[in-house]
């Protein structure tokens, strides 16, 4: 820590850091490119296609029927359409594309190709596939049948696999089309907006703090400087409450715009997505699950039992408790000694818990009852008995206050609702910490081009 004397100093000596870290940066590592791709249409000289697409970004790439529609990176299969059932009456957009797969590469973007005549028939969803490997026919099913053979090509950050409004396209392909046919990797700018692959961890408010059972990067946004610290965690269950995502990626652009939310004392770790297999998996029950279709809600080492259940449906809880790596990587992430508060996001119920199974309830009671009051929610007191390995639990007995807040539907983000609950939930920290430790000094930077608003339309678009 700097002493009051010195304290002039660390602005410049941060400048100065920064400027010898880019500078470094520049000149000692020519650009290492970190995942390669490949054109999607193969062989590529029977292909072209336009820079424009009409109304929304994406590449309608033609070519002779037959042509291989191929992986462009490496990936994982997220979605697949065998079946062409589009009705040009209702023209359901769900339906347009007919046959279509979607793939989630290992660079955190998804790519969408649709109008096949013929899917793979080895592939299915979650399956591992490799750059160039076929993935099915270009062909002229969904609403393209009466154009030419093509194409649609679409790539966006992923979402559950119905949003079809997402999945259509979000940047237009037509500049990585390009540069992929010169073999240049290049990777979609949702990439680089994504602190997966900045490459800038360190320097910036995001941190990768690991990986999914598929090898999907764990991402925490930092927000604010002050000693108190406090988790707000969303989608443990993936797809099947993905609202809970939308709602931290609503708050994370709301808190850029406005920053003065964060209380002097605290600072936000937000993570969006604990579950992004399960989110790329199904909107569906299934969507609950992780890469090892676990339900990392039942993982944790709090009366942790092999078998778990889920409204009295089975539901595997791991070989053992921090079986799963989502599990382990939060556990590491938040048992730095510091961390005040964990806020687990879920739905639906229009409820909050507190951790308590396992002792400690009393601390988190008093941020389960504050977030009623702020919210309306009921505060179960007593939660379910048949809840075993929860997070929450687990937190609190290990002296970070936990609870879980359920939205009142599996889509609503209960806005106004929730604004007021991180008030409370500041409030109820910054009591509970009286001590004044010193405050950080250096000050944060923020990403240029984060991926807020691109997320913001997903969850204003639903
Ligand atoms: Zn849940």
Known sequence: MISTRYRWLSVPLTVLALFLGWALGVVASPEEPKYRYVFPVQPPDVAHFAPEHHDYPATDIFAPAGALFVAPTDGVIEFISREDLWNPEADDPVTRGGLAISMVGDDGVRYYGSHLSEVDGALAAGMRVQAGQTLGRIGQSGNARSTPSHLHFGISHPTFPDDWAVRRGEVSPYPYLQAWLKGEMRAPAI?????AASGA???????IFGYSAQGRPLEVYRFGNGPVKIALIGAIHGGYE????ALMHRLMAHLVANPTLVFTRTTLYVVPLLNPDGLARSGGPDGRFNGNMVDINRNWDCLWQPRAEWKGRAVSPGARPFSEPEAQALRDFLLDGRFRAAVF?????????????CGGGDASRAFSHAIARATGYTSMRFPQSDVTGEAADWFTSQGIPAVA???STHVSLDWAQNLKALQAIQQVAVANSPSQPPVQEVPLIPIPGLPYPLIWRWAEGL
């Open 405 to 407: 807040i359920e939205l």
């Open 201 to 207: 961890e360190a320097a910036s408010n995001c941190e």
């Open 191 to 195: 990439l680089s907006r994504s602190c």
């Open 242 to 245: 993905w609202n809970s995502a």
């Open 345 to 357: 996001y879920h739905s639906s119920g229009g409820m909050v818990t507190a951790g308590a199974r």
